[in-house]
């Protein structure tokens, strides 16, 4: 199997998985290092180079806010779902469950969940 191809392919599921992990992390205010926690303790690890640019395009694009505020004598930017955020964040979740069925369903091709040795 050529590891790489699998990498490349592995990357790209990840990448929407990642946006629809971090706006639902993001119902609840972080900065950028308590978010990259939060989601490696949910089995989600990000790393920073991909994080940050991340938080940068979900702000511009309207779905996040923040704020530099002092914590802990340092100062941290905190993120948190805008209302629009919060509007995408319900469709997107939608959408994952219906993909997430309709793919169960492909894969079983027939079988139970319990048959399935994926």
Not at 38 to 63: C, F, H, K, V, W
Not at 99 to 108: C, V, W
Request: glycine share 6%.
């Amino acid at each position: 199997m050529n590891a790489e191809l699998f990498e490349n392919l592995r990357l790209e599921l990840r990448r929407g998985c990642l946006i629809l992990a971090v706006l639902a992390e993001l119902r609840t205010e972080h900065y950028g290092y308590a978010l990259r926690k939060a989601l490696a303790d949910r089995g989600m690890a990000i790393d920073e180079n991909t994080l940050y640019p991340l938080l940068r395009r979900l702000e511009s694009q309207g779905l996040l806010t923040s704020q530099w505020r002092e914590e802990e004598k340092r100062n941290k930017r905190f993120y948190r779902l805008s209302s629009d955020g919060e509007l995408i964040l319900k469709q997107l979740l939608d959408e994952w469950n219906a993909i997430n069925s309709s793919l169960t369903r492909i894969i079983a091709g027939g079988r139970t969940v319990e048959e399935l040795s994926v």
